[in-house]
């Protein structure tokens, strides 16, 4: 049986095997009391040391307000739309948030095919796996505030599940873009992608819908693949996750990198892009929500000390611009200062604000939606606007000439 858990109304942890209980034995004690038996003691059972601790709710973050001094102009839209699909810029959309009718699915359009395949650590020669110990984290270094030290790290094995989502219009044989998803399986992209190639407002694309290795931020799996500054994890799909994607779903992948996207949220989003930057190779379209353009790569790596916020702070100002295209979004009331870090590199809507502002100086086609009344990866908000985001990443594809 699964053991889901909830939180009682003074915010302590407990599973519903833990309720269950509770109610077994409140009815075994009125029986006794009914029949005139003492009544039965609760069971003295010891207690569980290996159970998860509580998770400490996060502060709320403010709401920004998007016409701050310091962020960049942004045209803002009639409440409940979205950007035209082919307009770059800055956009401000919300408060309300209605679901996009690609969101919905039709029986009257094809229906693609998803595939679900397993794949273990014990067979990544790039990512046999770590974990951080449950309830701990990691302590800021009192020399370096943008560095966090964390002892609770060790090696551990993972599985994941990579969902491969084949368009009923695909063609056997001929190679296909396609987009690759983190923090899989996505259902909600499947959906947009039946009724967007239905309408021929995208091309007929395949969509890689990965699982990360387990945990979250630094020392964890999902940390390390997502959060570290370098090609690495774009390296693990290319050799690892894409060969078993063509063999096991019997599909071609298209070499083009024009055919060739990424997207995620929160540290999947800063992924997307860093799989793009350090491989513009492979990849020419990135698509992100909440991207953690933030200081959370661990190890610490000096070459990069502030992790993703380089990004804006150093590596897009100071280096020629790149053959990519970007989507992104945040909330008005995304995160802020998360953990224990206080460096000055963890306000995820001043790491997107300035994602534009440096996008824009260096003339790259991009679209920044910044999203009243929504909070961290919304999903409000992405039910609204992933269709209007997917339409606008693939503009200008053209599939090669046979």
């Known amino acids: 049986m699964e053991l889901l858990s909830s939180a009682d109304a003074n915010g302590s942890f407990q599973t519903t095997w833990d309720i269950m209980k509770k109610k077994l034995l409140g009815a075994a004690l009125m029986v006794g009391m009914m029949a005139g038996l003492p009544a039965m003691a609760p069971a003295q059972t010891p207690p569980n040391t290996a159970a998860r601790p509580a998770r400490r709710n996060r502060p709320q973050p403010p709401a920004r307000d998007p016409h701050t001094p310091g962020y960049v102009e942004a045209k803002e839209l009639p409440d409940g739309t979205v950007p035209p699909p082919n307009v770059d810029g800055n956009f401000i959309i919300g408060p309300t948030h209605p679901r996009a009718p690609e969101m919905t699915a039709k029986d009257d359009v094809p229906h693609g095919t998803v595939t679900m395949i397993t794949m273990k650590s014990s067979d990544s020669k790039i990512y046999p796996g770590i974990a951080r110990e449950q309830g701990t984290f990691g302590t800021p270094d009192p020399e370096n505030p943008a560095k966090l030290n964390v002892t609770t790290s060790h090696p551990a094995e993972y ?3 990579v969902a491969v989502y084949v368009p009923k219009q695909y063609k ?8 690759v998803g983190a923090d899989g399986p996505d259902r909600s992209l499947f959906t947009a992608l039946d009724n967007l190639i239905a309408e021929h407002k995208v091309p007929v694309m395949i969509a890689i819908s990965i699982s990360n290795g387990s945990g979250d931020a630094q020392g964890s799996e999902r940390g390390l693949e997502y959060d570290t500054m370098s090609g690495l994890y774009a390296e693990f799909v290319q050799k690892e996750v894409l060969p078993l994607v063509e063999s096991k779903c019997n599909v071609k992948l298209t070499d083009d990198p024009e055919g060739r996207a990424t997207m995620g949220g929160s540290s999947g989003g800063s992924c997307a892009l860093i799989m793009a930057w350090y491989h ?5 379209r990135v698509l992100t929500y909440s991207g953690t353009y933030v200081n959370q790569q661990y190890p610490y ?3 990069t000390p502030g992790g993703a916020w380089e990004f804006h702070k150093s590596l897009i100002p100071n280096s020629p611009a790149k053959p990519i295209r970007l989507w992104m979004e945040v909330g008005d009331r995304d995160l802020l200062n998360p953990n224990s870090m206080r460096d000055n590199m963890h306000d995820w ?3 997107n604000e ?8 260096k003339g790259y086609h991009y679209q920044f939606v910044f999203a009243k009344n929504a909070g961290h990866t919304d999903g409000s908000v992405k039910q609204q606007t992933l269709p209007e985001a997917l339409e606008y990443l693939w503009q200008g594809y053209s599939a090669p000439a046979k």
């Open 349 to 351: 809507v001043v790491a």
């Open 159 to 161: 599985t994941r599940r």
């Open 280 to 284: 513009p190779e492979w990849y020419h």
């Open 301 to 303: 790596n000096p070459q």
């Open 354 to 361: 300035e994602m534009a502002k440096v996008l824009a100086a």
């Open 172 to 179: 056997a044989g001929t190679a296909a873009p396609f987009i």
